[in-house]
């Protein structure tokens, strides 16, 4: 990876981890890109994609991949096919944004399997003070996005006011606004967690966050996105005023339903507790038909992982509480097959459109395009059959989303 990649904030892995095979030559398969498909050979040196046609001339000792008759796409290696992680810095309110920066990256250096980023999270707005730590983290760091929570009051919460002024940042700084559309002010009873969450305020959240950012002329990427309604306010705000906003989409939204959280297990229904909550079953076609490229008008961009594992015993916090129990679900590892089986399978989308919403869309968001996200001259390499997937054969603390005897062809 050249300088100017690391430049904004993806850290490479070390020679020592990447593989021992220098040379490989992926011979006989199709191409698919975001943009097209080519039949071609592709050859690997280094980590690097040195050749993509038909007839190459190769040197001796390479290894040689018949490919004859499958897809060959970016992404799709390390155990399901995230092969480059952005995860999330969550700072604490009156701390340091730069300071937990560089804690999270010295736990990810010497740990990570893959390429990462980091975006942060904005705790809170402090005036001056947090503008210059932002643009501390931009201009010292390779920061190019940060994230905003409606939501988790006294902890992360941000107040329009306060949106406005991050927003007015982000945009002066050149970064992504990152937003998590939920209303803060919920119920908080006994119903459970997708009552005290209902779509309508997935749905008022965006549409705020939306008009927030409009008014600070900043692009914003609303994630994660259950509701088919939130998802329409996106695309509508594209249509009717051009705003540069885009929507994120995890694969548990389109392989599963609000049902689970009924299900007389209370270790499977806890372990399905994310935000925004799952949606009922009809929303997982209205999704999947959302997806789409960067500029095809569809609002739904990425289908990215989201992934937040948490063991049955760390959830066991909120037996007695539901607000307790801490939210997110695991789906790093199931990711492609999901979404090919939900989307690509169904007729949702083509196997172009799969490789947008899976690696294009999000390489070109990051500013980290054609290096990731493309099989190309130039580009990363990160190197058929029939899988089920079962939950003692993932890598992952959780055991859910559970996805759970989901055939992936």
Request: glycine letters at 8%.
């Amino acid at each position: 990876m050249n300088d100017s990649k690391v430049q904004v904030g993806i850290k490479k892995v070390p020679l020592h981890l990447q593989s021992a095979q220098n040379r490989l030559l992926i011979k006989g398969g199709r191409i698919v890109n975001d943009d097209g498909v080519l039949d071609a050979d592709v050859y690997i040196e280094d980590g690097l994609i040195k050749q993509v046609g038909c007839g190459l001339m190769t040197p001796g000792g390479v290894r040689v991949i018949d490919a004859a008759g499958m897809l060959v796409m970016p992404a799709t290696a390390l155990a399901g096919g995230t092969t480059t992680v952005i995860d999330t810095v969550a700072c604490e309110r009156d701390a340091s944004m730069v300071d937990w920066f560089n804690r999270y990256r010295a736990w990810a250096d010497e740990k990570a399997c893959c390429d990462y980023g980091l975006r942060v999270v904005v705790p809170q707005w402090s005036g001056q003070k947090t503008a210059d730590e932002m643009a501390a983290l931009v201009k010292e760091h390779g920061v190019n996005a940060f994230h905003c929570h409606m939501s988790y009051p006294g902890v992360w919460l941000l107040e329009d006011d306060e949106l406005l002024s991050v927003f007015e940042t982000c945009r002066r700084l050149g970064a992504l606004a990152q937003v998590h559309a939920e209303n803060g002010k919920g119920i908080y009873g006994p119903e459970g967690h997708a009552y005290s969450r209902p779509e309508r305020m997935e749905v008022e959240a965006t549409v705020r966050a939306l008009c927030i950012a409009d008014a600070a002329n900043c692009p914003l990427y609303v994630l994660p996105v259950t509701s088919p309604e939130a998802a329409d306010a996106i695309a509508c705000a594209r249509r009717t005023t051009g705003q540069a906003c885009f929507g994120e989409l995890s694969p548990a939204a389109l392989a599963c339903d609000d049902s689970v959280y009924q299900h007389p297990s209370w270790c499977f229904a806890a372990g399905h507790v994310t935000n925004p909550p799952l949606r009922d079953a009809s929303a997982k076609a209205a999704l999947a038909a959302r997806l789409g490229g960067l500029n095809c008008g569809q609002p739904l961009a990425v289908c990215a992982s989201g992934h937040c594992a948490y063991k049955s015993e760390q959830r066991a916090l909120g037996r007695d509480d539901f607000r307790k129990i801490p939210p997110g679900i695991n789906g790093v590892e199931d990711r492609l097959s999901v979404v090919w089986e939900t989307c690509v399978e169904t007729g949702a989308i083509d196997p172009c459109q799969f490789v947008a919403v899976t690696s294009a869309n999000a390489a070109k968001l990051f500013n980290i395009y054609p290096q990731k996200g493309r099989i190309a001259v130039g580009s990363d390499a990160d190197p058929d059959g029939k899988k089920m997937v079962a939950a003692t054969e993932l890598r992952r603390l959780s055991v859910v989303f559970r996805v759970e005897f989901f055939f992936c062809y």
